[in-house]
């Protein structure tokens, strides 16, 4: 992958705060969107191509693979090559290969592609968070990354209207179209930004595998591992129970319009989740945030597990939806302060990409135990323990880097 040459702009020049933002997050939009587009597509699809709670499993663990890949593989080339040039790639990967999916004739050519769709959608995302935090001033870097993972939940969003006014009317493909052609959009305007300023000032960039194993030198192991854990369990929580929401509500009875305008509005939460995330990590630290978000995200997951009237479930459903991607905020930030920028897109993208582990993982499991007829509430108990684990290591092992100098 050759390195874009890019003219360094002076001052007056630079991008505004808001542009990188925009352009940046717009890019974690279409990968929010795309996972809320599978989570109503499979609800769809499972009811055209007859599928069983096995088969719906497997698609919606498969483009993780992809992501998993995706992440390691562009966090490595990001800290080679650049930040700038690995995210229009992987933006142009997924572009391709969504509006492809609109053409899937069945499901083995519909697997291949939401690999190729996972490869992109994760080698972007922890690239754009890289970028972002070494475009910001130290003391602002925080509350703009938080900013930036807010797009997740506008995408989310997004995905449900999509979903809401499309899916029943005009059919699943069509949303895969819709979701292609905005991203080559904001493939144009990316290209016009600067590379961040920490990257150009690196004297020397390391080789891949020097990048790699940076995050095991002493003094680092302990926070790869804690990430590591750490994504692990926020995209196994985060994937087993909200690709499966709108299938669960159908599984309890409600019709497939009414499962997406439910799950629609638990989504609203996800925006005032990541905005109240954004204005505590400067308030009161990364870890400081992202700890008690995750306690409250396991309560809220055990709520809805046990909740049985339409209610309770969309009670606990908009507390699930605030927490978690309040979590999830945390941990954006959390993970990528604690890397030198020699190994940061590194350090964040293999810490996501064994993350995505969970997000294969998590689908195909529930799917396994809702056709083995398992409970919701013990499925959801599941989700709960496994929360909670991810609280108690980073409680006790995680490092607070609010107020950091970065290098």
Request: net charge positive; glycine share 10%; hydrophobic share 55%.
């Amino acid at each position: 992958m050759s390195q874009m040459s890019v003219p360094v702009a002076n001052k007056a020049e630079s991008p505004s705060a808001a542009r990188i933002l925009v352009v940046s997050g717009f890019g974690l939009l279409f990968d929010s969107m795309d996972v809320g587009l599978l989570a109503f597509v499979l609800a769809a699809l499972a009811k055209q191509w007859h599928l069983n709670p096995g088969i719906m499993g497997v698609l919606g663990s498969v483009g993780f693979i992809g992501m998993a890949v995706g992440s390691a593989v562009a966090g490595l080339f990001a800290d080679r090559f650049g930040r700038k040039s690995v995210f229009m790639w992987t933006l142009l990967i997924y572009s391709i290969a969504t509006g492809l999916t609109a053409f899937a004739a069945g499901v083995g050519m519909f697997i291949f592609l939401r690999v190729l769709v996972g490869f992109g959608l994760g080698g972007e995302l922890p690239v754009a968070t890289t970028y972002v935090l070494e475009s910001s001033p130290e003391r602002e870097r925080g509350r703009r990354v938080v900013y930036l993972e807010t797009f997740w939940a506008l995408g989310s969003l997004v995905a449900a209207i999509l979903s809401f006014f499309i899916i029943p009317s005009l059919g699943w493909r069509i949303v895969f179209l819709v979701g292609a052609l905005p991203a080559l959009y904001i493939l144009v305007l990316r290209s016009s930004l600067p590379e961040t300023p920490k990257f150009k000032a690196l004297k020397q960039r390391k080789s891949m595998w020097v990048s790699f194993a940076t995050l095991w030198k002493r003094g680092m192991a302990r926070a790869s591992a804690v990430t590591w854990i750490l994504w692990f369990i926020m995209n196994f929580a985060y994937y087993g129970m909200f690709v499966w929401l709108p299938s669960v509500m159908a599984l309890k009875g409600y019709s497939l319009v009414h499962s997406i305008g439910y799950v629609l509005i638990m989504t609203i939460a996800q925006v005032p989740g990541y905005l109240t995330a954004a204005w505590l990590v400067e308030k009161w630290g990364r870890k400081r945030t992202l700890v008690p978000a995750m306690f409250f995200t396991a309560l809220s997951a055990l709520g809805f597990g046990y909740a049985h009237s339409t209610l309770w479930l969309i009670v606990f459903g908009l507390l699930l939806n605030y927490f978690m991607l309040a979590a999830f905020a945390g941990t954006y930030i959390f993970t990528v302060e604690q890397f030198p920028t020699i190994a940061r897109a590194s350090g964040i993208g293999w810490a996501a990409g064994f993350g995505r582990i969970g997000g294969i993982v998590a689908p195909f499991a529930v799917g396994a135990m809702i056709a083995a007829h398992v409970s919701f509430p013990t499925i959801f108990i599941l989700f709960f323990v496994t929360v909670l684990i991810g609280f108690f290591v980073v409680l006790l092992f995680g490092r607070e880097t609010k107020g950091d100098v970065l290098n």
